[in-house]
């Protein structure tokens, strides 16, 4: 038996932690109120935003919690389309960020989440054999 690589523990982990926070958001926009209130105090813009897109950001961010919480889990059971969906993910919150700069030009804020994506994105690189032979070569869920 294949031992699991820490790195995908620690993924794991940061994917949990996404998905609660994304799903306490995309619930707070869904219905409105003080728990929108409070977490408008953290990120004002983001919280703007979000509400221009109105009840809609709240599902799509439910339906990333749910993508986050796949990936975690299938990153844990050592499944290679959790491992690809990692690093989808990744990749495009690493573009995202990128861009981001480009708009608010808050070298502090995109260029921490660009160095954090291409960390996990380096770490998911080290340990892609493990999804590949042995227990990780599985695809069923």
Request: aromatic content about 14%.
């Given at each position: 038996?294949?031992?699991?690589?820490?790195?995908?523990?620690?993924?794991?982990?940061?994917?949990?932690?996404?998905?609660?926070?994304?799903?306490?958001?995309?619930?707070?926009?869904?219905?409105?109120g003080?728990?929108?209130?409070?977490?408008?105090q953290?990120?004002?813009?983001?919280?703007?935003?979000?509400?221009?897109?109105?009840?809609?950001?709240?599902?799509?961010?439910?339906?990333l919690?749910?993508?986050?919480?796949?990936?975690?889990?299938?990153?844990?059971?050592?499944?290679?389309?959790?491992?690809?969906?990692?690093?989808?993910?990744?990749a495009?919150?690493?573009?995202?960020?990128?861009?981001?700069?480009?708009?608010?030009?808050?070298?502090?804020?995109?260029?921490?989440?660009?160095?954090?994506?291409?960390?996990?994105?380096?770490?998911?690189?080290?340990?892609?054999s493990?999804?590949?032979?042995?227990?990780?070569?599985?695809?069923?869920?």
């Amino acid at each position: 038996m294949v031992r699991r690589p820490r790195a995908a523990t620690i993924i794991s982990s940061f994917l949990f932690a996404a998905t609660v926070i994304a799903a306490i958001v995309g619930y707070a926009l869904l219905f409105p109120g003080e728990l929108l209130g409070w977490l408008s105090q953290f990120n004002k813009p983001g919280i703007y935003a979000f509400e221009e897109l109105g009840r809609r950001a709240g599902l799509l961010l439910l339906m990333l919690a749910c993508g986050t919480a796949a990936a975690a889990i299938g990153l844990l059971r050592a499944r290679k389309w959790a491992w690809w969906f990692a690093v989808v993910l990744f990749a495009v919150n690493g573009c995202g960020d990128l861009l981001s700069f480009f708009i608010t030009r808050d070298a502090l804020r995109s260029g921490s989440g660009v160095l954090i994506c291409a960390m996990f994105l380096f770490a998911l690189s080290k340990v892609k054999s493990y999804f590949n032979g042995g227990r990780g070569g599985r695809e069923e869920l």
